[in-house]
């Protein structure tokens, strides 16, 4: 089956990959458009990806599937368990918590070893990455996407690949709490605020101010997406725990 019918069923379906940035490969096709769904939410955290039945909606073999789930797995947005197959990773309000103090500690490090080595054409990348997510505040997966790539251009200078291999693996662990952040807790507006403070900062060559606000920004995000988790937490239980005792 070819790349063009997945993007073919997409479009019918009002999907998010556009065919201007056609994959090379069904796998690929099938990881952006899974990845996608994910991180707008009609695949939430917790649910199952039965292979057989995503095999079937996009008309392939269960290979590049499983395949795809794999690529998944290793961002950390799809956890595989024997005898149990593929499930959005959930993480608890604990683990976005720890995840995001250490993203923090990691993104102050590379905003401060970035700063240096900036140049013009950095920082306005990173001003059109800002204006442009200002022009899509409603579509998650859009400013998921631009979100990533302006944290991507302010950490590159840097030159520290580990270092910034680290960050991406932790934040692609997390995107798909995001959504909460942006959809439900309309906090998006508040991260530009901070986004433009951050930028000033690198503009004016401030290494250290602009380290302590981005990690300030980093962990601002993550207690608001662990604080609403939390809540969903102890409603689930307290429903449990009242189905338990009628």
């Known amino acids: ?13 009002g999907g998010y990959i556009s065919k201007s940035s056609i994959p090379r ?5 099938l990881v952006e458009y899974l990845r996608d769904e994910i991180i707008h939410g009609d695949l939430v955290p917790g649910q199952h990806i039965r292979l057989d039945e995503t095999a079937v909606r996009f008309d392939v073999s269960t290979m590049p599937v499983r395949e795809a789930l794999r690529d998944l797995e290793a961002e950390g947005l799809v956890s595989i368990f024997p005898h149990r197959g ?11 918590q720890d995840i995001y103090q250490i993203r923090g500690t990691l993104e102050q490090l590379g905003t401060h070893l970035s700063v240096p080595h900036m140049t013009g054409a950095t920082h306005a990348e990173m001003t059109s990455l800002i204006e442009e997510m200002d022009s899509h505040l409603d579509e998650v997966v859009t400013l998921v996407r631009l979100n990533h790539r302006f944290h991507t251009v302010l950490y590159s200078p840097s030159g520290r690949r580990h270092l910034c291999d680290l960050i991406v693996k932790l ?3 997390t995107q798909h709490y995001l959504r909460a952040y942006i959809a439900q807790l309309g906090r998006m507006p508040q991260a530009q605020v901070q986004h433009r403070a951050i930028l000033e900062a690198c503009k004016s060559g401030d290494a250290e101010l602009a380290g302590s606000l981005m990690y300030d920004h980093v962990v601002d995000v993550g207690s608001a997406i662990a604080e609403h988790v939390g809540q969903l937490e102890r409603t689930e239980e307290t429903a449990y725990q009242g189905a338990s005792e009628a």
Do not use: G, N, P, W
């Open 1 to 13: 089956m070819s790349a063009h019918l997945i993007f073919d069923q997409i479009s019918e379906k």
């Open 25 to 29: 490969t069904v796998k690929t096709a």
């Open 86 to 96: 593929a499930v959005v990773t959930q993480l608890s309000a604990d683990d976005l």
């Open 171 to 173: 934040r692609y662990r």
